[in-house]
């Protein structure tokens, strides 16, 4: 028997009450959240490891996103496309970023003025990225590939996290227009 404040492991009787997560539906939020707090800091590991298998460069997971981000359907990028791509409105370490693989020779800076300016990677940098998604595909896709049903369960988890996207964002909104003084 579960008590409540508690969610039923295989029987363990675990209690899950804590300040974050009272009732039922508050448990499993805060246990997606956690889950995807992990995931996040996992995926921002294997992105750095995955490029430093086929570069020198020493990135974070945001900024290797960035990389790819640039060469996606092989357009020139602006600032503020990247920052809408990414959801991020950081811009200042986005500018960060962006010299740090411009210094790296993986990215070019083109144009001038403040609504001119775009970015897009190089031979160096589209040679990256090549590996990169070699590498990729050998031991990410073939791992995620050797779970029975996993693709499907990507499918529906890539729609909820983009509902859930939405709703923080909305939230946020909200959050922002009652803060205390």
């Not at 020493?58 to 990389?67: D, I, S, Y």
């Not at 990410?140 to 509902?163: Q, S």
């Amino acid at each position: 028997m579960v008590r409540k404040g508690t969610k039923d492991q295989g029987g363990a009787g675990i209690d899950y009450h804590w300040h974050l997560a009272q009732s039922p539906v508050e448990v499993d939020t805060t246990e997606l959240e956690f889950a995807l707090m992990r995931a996040f800091e996992g995926f921002g590991r294997w992105q750095s490891e995955c490029l430093a298998g086929v570069c020198e460069l020493a990135a974070t997971g945001p900024e290797n996103a960035l990389l790819h981000i640039i060469r996606m359907n092989e357009r020139p990028k602006s600032i503020k496309d990247l920052a809408r791509l990414t959801n991020r409105d950081d811009v200042p370490n986005i500018q960060y970023s962006l010299r740090k693989l411009i210094g790296a020779g993986l990215v070019v800076r083109k144009g001038a003025g403040r609504s001119g300016v775009t970015y897009e990677v190089t031979d160096e940098g589209r040679r990256v990225t090549e590996d990169y998604g070699t590498l990729r595909r050998r031991l990410l896709i073939a791992a995620i590939a050797g779970v029975p049903g996993f693709p499907a369960r990507l499918e529906e988890a890539t729609r909820a996290l983009n509902l859930l996207s939405g709703i923080y964002e909305e939230v946020a909104r909200v959050a922002a227009t009652h803060r205390r003084g």
